[in-house]
């Protein structure tokens, strides 16, 4: 049941804001920030695809790990616990896309999505793809370490995505944030993540940006894990078993 709830969580909220932006680029002679009513679809489809396939759960579950004592036995095995939360997350992912991938399709033909996708691009897509999970894999499980040090992490994770919505390009196209903002968001990791795979998969990025952007996704990823690393030895000589 919640694997249904929040795959229909996952369709609607990229319908609601491609709904919401085509009206305005209606309204707006046809188009806003370069984007179309069409582009609007199949920037929000492909967002929605990119994300499912980056996104991580683990900051919401940690706090119920420490409180219960669930990390003890995991702190047993001869393996790092992140090697289960890999791969559950990517098992969790191949399984819904099967119904992702259909409704995706759907909505491609509900809205008219228009894109020009490039061969190259799509190339370059592959490891694109693969590094924007490990950064935001990586940034979430750090994220999640904070539960080692206070038991309640609610409020530090609806901070986190508070930040994350408004400068990944998940709420909207980052070409539609003023201008002091969208240059903030390429010293972040959070677009890299998330919006440049979108735009490399429409075809709307350049072979230059293409390569820039994967460069600051290697960077951000190696900075990522080296901050686990010691994020988490010490967040081990911090724990303490709670409850039962």
Do not use: C
Request: net charge positive; charged share 10%.
């Amino acid at each position: 049941m919640s694997a249904v709830i929040w795959l229909t969580f996952t369709v609607l909220e990229p319908t609601i804001y491609l709904v919401v932006w085509s009206a305005v680029a209606r309204s707006s002679g046809g188009q806003v920030g370069g984007y179309t009513p069409g582009g609007f679809a199949a920037y929000y489809i492909v967002s929605m695809l990119v994300s499912h396939l980056t996104f991580t759960w683990l900051m919401w579950e940690f706090e119920l790990r420490i409180r219960e004592g669930q990390f003890s036995p995991k702190l047993l095995r001869p393996i790092h616990p992140i090697h289960a939360d890999v791969a559950e997350n990517l098992s969790y992912k191949l399984i819904t896309l099967v119904v992702l991938v259909p409704a995706a399709l759907v909505m491609a033909a509900l809205f008219h999505a228009e894109a020009q996708p490039k061969g190259w691009a799509l190339a370059a897509l592959v490891p694109a793809m693969l590094l924007a999970f490990v950064l935001r894999f990586v940034n979430g499980w750090m994220l999640a370490l904070a539960a080692f040090w206070t038991t309640r992490v609610a409020a530090i994770n609806q901070l986190y995505f508070v930040v994350f919505m408004f400068t990944s390009g998940q709420l909207m196209p980052l070409s539609l944030l003023p201008g002091w903002l969208n240059a903030a968001t390429w010293l972040l990791p959070f677009r890299w993540g998330a919006a440049f795979p979108t735009e490399l998969a429409l075809g709307r990025l350049e072979p230059r940006d293409a390569a820039i952007g994967i460069g600051m996704q290697l960077a951000w990823s190696v900075a990522s894990l080296v901050g686990l690393d010691r994020l988490w030895r010490a967040a081990v000589r911090q724990y303490t078993a709670v409850g039962a």
